[in-house]
């Protein structure tokens, strides 16, 4: 079959048809011409790794992404997180996800009949693992889910069914994801860099069990919940047991390994030169190259230094150097150096903290010409920018920050789906919350590696730690995952599945404590509002619903299918 028959049929797979699962007719994906061999099936496996998250939707606003969540905000506040969004008429998400859907059954479909199934065995695989994954956002978002395994025809049933019940979508979800795995390749070849490992397949069931075995633990009903988290951990414990991926730790960037490994291209883009090769933590990516695939988004100035108004509640969340928080059984760590001056409060911490924010004062790169990294030495501090901690919250961001000379738009760093530092998150949380405790040893395989990976010298978490300093096992696993994840897109559905989000997202997003130095480099906010410990009020009124722990169903799909049900407090 001739390639522009095959790029047609793919074009009609993509034509959108007004039902309630954006479905296209049967006859637009019936060429039996299309299925004659396994490259056929690999061209059109190929395709769903567009559907995966990436910058625009994880970063930038998406429903996964921190701007949703209790982490920031900014001159203009968020719908979601501010509790203002309302039903809409329609919802890409929800359509695009069963367009997806339709298209992976569309694959499964044919490969029943095709002679010669080992020839496509990793390409059933693939759009299995797909499957899941749009069903997972569908459960995230929206908990219970039709669930279909046919590429379905415009008159078929199921476009008029009730949804299945979420405990079924997760069910349905994980077999996907055990049956896949087997037939992924351990490994990929660097022409096919970017795709699908077992690994993956492992990592990503370690987050979908973990997500709705605490879904369930927090919601009263603690025994699916467990047998839910130890699916999750048992996944989890495979990616590590397989010894394939690691902690991206050069010893050449030293304590800056964190900042650094989120902005890595293969141009020049850290002072070691060292490239996406060197890195072994990211499992499932998306990938960008500034002349092949550029991110498409303005990256660098859509986060770097005021853009994103940090809130001071996850400022605080990072620990002191000996392992403790700054307030920790009725006082203060004596480590803490206050607020008194601009930089005291970045002394003595987690050194992700001085890898994700500014100090005031500080010198620091972006991407434009005369403000940018050449010599990547001191020579370029004559180029550099110096932050001014006086705008937005008075925290400044650098996380997904360019240094070196590119474009707006076409910075070409990867963006993690899945990076091992999160399956190893992942264990631990699973570990402790399946079994009401953590072992030293398994902290130490898992979230220890994580926290010291950049701190060295600090101290390790411990069963002892926790019980000498009054601390929360619990807390501290969460407080571990908060800050290493910051800004990647994962808060708003970690406080879903706590079922803390009532009590963390109607909190003002407060500033910098204006105090000391503050009140010299930033007098303009002596107008601002300010709470009862003089630390600016950035947003206030935020609200939460017990209805915002799901989206509603969009209106337009209720219309076409009134079994679909809206989600409960949306009616």
């Not at 709705?212 to 048992?234: C, M, P, S, Y």
Request: net charge negative; glycine share 6%.
């Amino acid at each position: 079959m001739k390639l522009y028959k095959k790029i047609f049929i793919l074009a009609a797979v993509g034509i959108s048809f007004t039902s309630c699962l954006d479905l296209e007719s049967q006859d637009q994906l019936s060429d039996g011409n299309m299925w004659q061999s396994a490259s056929d099936f690999e061209y059109f496996a190929n395709n769903f790794y567009g559907w995966t998250r990436d910058f625009t939707s994880s970063v930038s606003d998406g429903p996964h992404s921190d701007w949703r969540s209790d982490l920031m905000t900014s001159s203009s506040f968020n719908d979601y997180s501010h509790g203002n969004n309302a039903v809409p008429t329609s919802d890409g998400n929800y359509t695009g996800a069963y367009n997806h859907i339709r298209r992976t059954n569309l694959l499964l479909k044919n490969a029943e009949t095709y002679k010669g199934a080992e020839s496509i065995s990793r390409y059933i695989a693939e759009a299995k693992f797909f499957r899941a994954y749009c069903y997972f956002e569908l459960l995230q978002l929206y908990g219970d889910a039709i669930i279909t395994k046919e590429p379905l025809d415009i008159d078929s049933p199921e476009l008029k069914a009730k949804r299945n019940d979420r405990g079924e979508v997760a069910d349905f979800i994980i077999q996907d994801l055990q049956e896949a795995a087997p037939d992924l390749p351990e490994t990929v070849s660097t022409e096919d860099d970017g795709k699908l490992t077992k690994d993956a397949a492992y990592a990503f069931l370690s987050r979908v069990a973990l997500y709705e075995g605490t879904w369930q633990k927090f919601r009263n009903n603690v025994e699916r919940g467990n047998a839910l988290l130890d699916i999750a951990a048992k996944a989890a414990k495979k990616v590590i047991d397989g010894k394939r991926y690691q902690l991206f730790k050069p010893a050449a960037l030293g304590d800056m390994a964190y900042k650094y490994m989120f902005i890595l291209e293969n141009e020049k883009s850290n002072p070691a030169g060292l490239t996406k090769k060197d890195n072994k933590e990211y499992i499932f990516y998306r990938r960008h190259d500034e002349t092949l695939s550029p991110i498409g988004t303005n990256i660098t100035h859509g986060c770097l230094v005021n853009v994103q108004y940090i809130n001071r509640k996850f400022v605080n969340m990072y620990l002191c150097s000996n392992g403790l928080p700054i307030e920790y059984n009725g006082k203060t760590n004596e480590l803490f150096k206050g607020y008194d001056e601009t930089d005291s409060e970045f002394q003595n911490r987690d050194n992700r903290m001085k890898n994700c924010l500014l100090q005031h004062g500080q010198k620091f790169w972006d991407n434009e010409d005369n403000t940018c990294r050449i010599t990547w030495n001191d020579e370029d501090l004559s180029r550099a920018r110096t932050c001014e901690a006086n705008t937005g919250s008075g925290y400044q961001n650098q996380k997904w920050g360019a240094e070196r000379a590119v474009k707006d738009n076409m910075e070409g760093y990867d963006y993690p789906i899945i990076r091992y530092a999160e399956v190893l998150l992942n264990y631990a949380e699973a570990v402790y919350e399946r079994d009401g405790s953590i072992s030293n040893d398994d902290l130490d395989i898992s979230l220890n590696l994580v926290r010291q990976r950049i701190n060295p010298d600090m101290p390790k978490l411990s069963n002892e730690l926790v019980d000498n300093n009054g601390l929360s096992m619990q807390e501290e696993i969460r407080r571990e995952r908060t800050i290493e994840l910051y800004n990647e897109g994962f808060r708003i559905d970690d406080l879903k599945r706590w079922k803390t989000a009532e009590v963390e997202m109607p909190m003002d997003i407060l500033g910098i404590q204006w105090v000391g130095e503050f009140q010299t480099v930033w007098a303009a906010a002596k107008s601002y509002q300010k709470d009862a410990d003089n630390c600016l009020i950035i947003e206030t009124g935020r609200t939460w619903a017990s209805k915002n722990y799901l989206y509603p169903i969009p209106s337009d799909q209720l219309q076409l299918n009134p079994n679909l049900g809206q989600n409960p407090g949306w009616e």
